[in-house]
């Protein structure tokens, strides 16, 4: 069982460019969601969704789009890359619970803006 | 929204001791505190987790105490080994928020 995968697990963006982080996972999970990493802020969630074709703000959605077509799938969309961006971005996805059962981390994706 | 506060940030304590990390939230509604550890270098995984209508849980040498008048939950480890050294983060949400809100962490040392 694979879990939660992301890719890529380390990437390097001029300010400016745009791309997409991805992620799936396998466990049929209704619930998924994309958090930050940043030194001393703990994990500060960005944006997420409770199903497919449903998705909503977290604590920090500015500059990031995300959507939901598919349950398995909830890809993160860098629009126009900002210093302020650089930082460690984990996927997680859950089952149904409003977010009240077990977290499944993805292995992180460290995203440097130069 | 939900805030949650975490104390301390560092907590360097000898083998064989014990280490208390304590958490704060101001959502009233909130209902469910989980605990993650996160490894150097690894992703955050779940060790503990309690619900509101619980005061206590334990799970061998790691415990949960909650007390919802004062909205503050603690994560007691006991007889602490090297391979406890982790950042600890404490979480909490409500049904209504739908959401999971983290503190900042505590990065725990465990020296010998």
């Given at each position: 069982n694979a879990g939660v995968t992301q890719t890529?697990?380390?990437q390097v963006l001029k300010t400016g460019q745009s791309m997409t982080l991805q992620c799936a996972q396998d466990m049929n999970h209704e619930y998924m969601s994309w958090y930050r990493q940043d030194p001393g802020m703990g994990l500060r969630l960005i944006h997420y969704s409770v199903g497919a074709g449903i998705t909503d703000q977290g604590e920090v959605p500015n500059g990031y789009n995300v959507s939901r077509s598919t349950t398995e799938d909830f890809p993160l969309r860098l629009l126009s890359a900002a210093p302020s961006q650089t930082s460690v971005y984990f996927c997680a996805s859950s089952l149904p619970g409003q977010g009240q059962t077990e977290a499944f981390f993805g292995q992180g994706t460290r995203l440097t803006v130069v | 929204g939900e805030n949650v506060e975490q104390h301390p940030s560092t907590l360097s304590v000898q083998e064989g001791d014990s280490a208390v990390i304590k958490c704060t939230y101001s959502d009233s509604a909130s209902n469910y505190f989980p605990w993650y550890k996160q490894e150097l270098g690894k992703r955050p995984q779940l060790?503990?987790?309690?619900?509101?209508?619980?005061?206590?849980?334990?799970?061998?040498?790691?415990?949960?105490?909650?007390?919802?008048?004062a909205k503050h939950f603690s994560l007691h480890i006991t007889e602490t080994q090297p391979e406890d050294s982790a950042v600890y983060f404490c979480a909490a949400s409500s049904r209504t928020a739908s959401k999971l809100t983290f503190g900042t962490g505590t990065r725990l040392q465990v020296t010998l």
């Open positions: 890529p697990k380390f | 060790i503990i987790d309690i619900r509101s209508n619980v005061g206590e849980k334990k799970d061998q040498r790691i415990a949960v105490t909650l007390n919802k008048t």
